[in-house]
Structure formats: C-alpha cells, structure tokens
C-alpha cells in the first residue's frame, strides 16, 4: 500500500505574490497640487527639497512610492515596479537578503 502521507522534516514555506501596499515607506504627501501632471493616470514625480525626485501615487492618494537621483530614473523604475506588481512578476526579479529578526533570547 503505497505511503500517502504528506508529513516531512522540511520546513513549509508559503507562497505569496508581492502587493504594492508592500513597497510603501509609509510617507503620505498632504498637499497635492491641482495642476499635477498625473502620468498613466497612477502618479506624479515632484522635485524634493534634497533635489532628489519622487514619484507620488494616486491610488492611495499621495503615497511616496519611489525616489531617486533623475526624473527619468524615476518614471522609468515607477513604471515597472507597477507594471510588475499588477502582472505578479515582481517576485521574479526580487529576493529578501536578510529579514532584519532576531531568534532566541535577547
């Protein structure tokens, strides 16, 4: 009779698809002009006091979504970072190097 069972010493590791809530840093813009060029109709870059630039989404509405040193560098990763994550590709092209936790006693 054949063995049907599932139990076994290696550790079970969930399968999930990366969410876009999951690339936020938690900034949230306060004051959206009302002369913003929205691109794609998904978010605007804005110059930042530090002269870097920052793409600002619109759904939800102001969220700091990615920065970088040029607005073409910008627009370039906003849009794909998107894209990946509403095509579910984004896990392809990242990997967690260090989870930041602690184990055992401190």
Same mark, same amino acid.
């Given at each position: 009779?054949?063995?049907?069972?599932?139990?076994?010493?290696?550790?079970?590791?969930?399968?999930?698809?990366?969410?876009?809530?999951?690339?936020? %840093?938690?900034?949230?813009?306060?004051? /959206?002009?009302? $002369?913003?060029?929205? /691109?794609?109709?998904?978010?605007?870059?804005?110059?930042?006091?530090? %002269?870097?630039?920052?793409? /600002? #989404?619109?759904?939800?509405? %102001?969220?700091?979504? /990615?920065? &970088?040193?040029?607005?073409? &560098?910008?627009?370039?990763?906003?849009?794909?970072?998107?894209?990946?994550?509403?095509? &579910?590709?984004? $896990? $392809?092209?990242?990997?967690?190097?260090?989870? %930041?936790?602690?184990?055992?006693? #401190?």
């Amino acid at each position: 009779m054949p063995n049907n069972s599932t139990a076994s010493n290696e550790p079970v590791v969930e399968s999930s698809r990366s969410k876009l809530a999951q690339s936020f %840093g938690g900034t949230v813009e306060k004051e /959206i002009p009302l $002369d913003v060029e929205w /691109i794609d109709d998904a978010f605007y870059i804005k110059k930042t006091r530090f %002269g870097l630039y920052t793409s /600002i #989404l619109k759904e939800p509405l %102001g969220q700091h979504f /990615i920065t &970088g040193a040029t607005y073409e &560098g910008v627009l370039t990763v906003s849009r794909w970072h998107l894209k990946a994550v509403q095509d &579910g590709s984004l $896990d $392809d092209y990242t990997r967690v190097v260090n989870n %930041g936790v602690v184990g055992g006693k #401190l």
